[in-house]
């Protein structure tokens, strides 16, 4: 559980969430979902203060926090997925697995929300109200599912998982490297099911050549648009220190970096495998309109 049993959720406006669960048995609940898909215990000190500078401290505070926030809104965005899979009837196992994902980020939410609450500070966030993705207008249902899961999955979170791969490595504090290790035990089954879902699309794909040209030529777009938003250094970005990358921080002067070699190493032959020209579009990718 994350934060102080009996803590009200959010306040009378509903505006701001936090860590706290109900004081219903549905927490119970919450808790057989988070034991049934956590990985294996392990026995983890918990986290000493003592080992960190204050100034670590709090960065580490605003970024868990900050992290909590990303992972809560992320919910939406496979909610929404989880819909574009059923209006077209996916298999059962398909639908299950993106709603567990969508389970998934919830529980990233209450493990950085228990994170910041051992770093000292109150686990509070104030979420963006959630949105649903426009509707791709220039295709089918079946083409548009395939679109949310390539950007989402296949890009999106397989740069997510090499991430946080490379902090868990790095990471000395014992309590913050466990709470890596339960976050990145989903987030490689979150990259792993975009190639998974277009494998159980392969038939479908190759009977359709004008599909895979459509997904080329919004690919175009996915690439650049993705790394506009995951892949750019921020322009106040410096080198992390010893203590900075001990307690887990990101390092932001690597974000272009390690972008780029995952599209190039990772994503961009994955994707191949199914007959998608994905270096021919990530080599003329752009954010303008398509033609």
């Known amino acids: 559980m994350a934060g102080v049993s009996g803590t009200p959720p959010f306040d009378g406006d509903g505006a701001w969430l936090s860590g706290a669960l109900s004081d219903t048995p549905l927490a119970f609940e919450y808790h057989r979902i988070a034991a049934a898909f956590e990985a294996t215990a392990a026995d983890v000190p918990p986290f000493d203060v003592r080992s960190h500078s204050p100034e670590t401290i709090a960065k580490a505070q605003s970024h868990w926090l900050a ?35 969508a389970q998934d980020e919830l529980r990233h939410a209450a493990i950085a929300a228990r994170v910041v609450t051992a770093l000292g500070a109150e686990a509070r966030i104030q979420p963006a109200a959630p949105r649903r993705a426009p509707p791709h207008r220039d295709c089918g ?94 322009i106040d970005a410096e080198p992390l220190t010893d203590a900075e990358r001990a307690i887990g921080l990101p390092d932001l002067t690597e974000l272009s970096q390690t972008f780029q070699e995952t599209m190039l190493n990772a994503c961009i ?11 021919g579009a990530w080599q003329a990718r752009s954010l303008a309109p398509r033609e």
């Open 67 to 101: 992290m909590m926030k990303t992972e809560y809104e992320s919910a939406a965005v496979f909610i929404d997925m989880a819909m574009q899979v059923r209006v077209i009837n996916d298999p059962l196992d398909v639908q299950a697995v993106v709603l567990r994902m």
């Open 141 to 234: 249902p079946e083409e548009s599912a395939l679109r949310a899961v390539i950007f989402g999955c296949c890009l999106s979170e397989t740069v997510n998982a090499a991430r946080l791969a490379k902090r868990y490595a790095e990471t000395a504090d014992p309590f913050v490297k466990n709470a890596f290790r339960a976050l990145l035990a989903d987030e490689r089954l979150h990259a792993q099911f975009g190639f998974y879902y277009l494998e159980s699309r392969r038939t479908w794909l190759a009977a359709r050549s004008e599909v895979c040209r459509s997904l080329e030529r919004y690919l175009h777009f996915g690439f650049a648009a993705l790394e506009r938003q995951m892949g750019a250094v921020p």
């Open 269 to 279: 032959p994955g994707l191949a495998r199914f007959g998608l020209d994905a270096l």
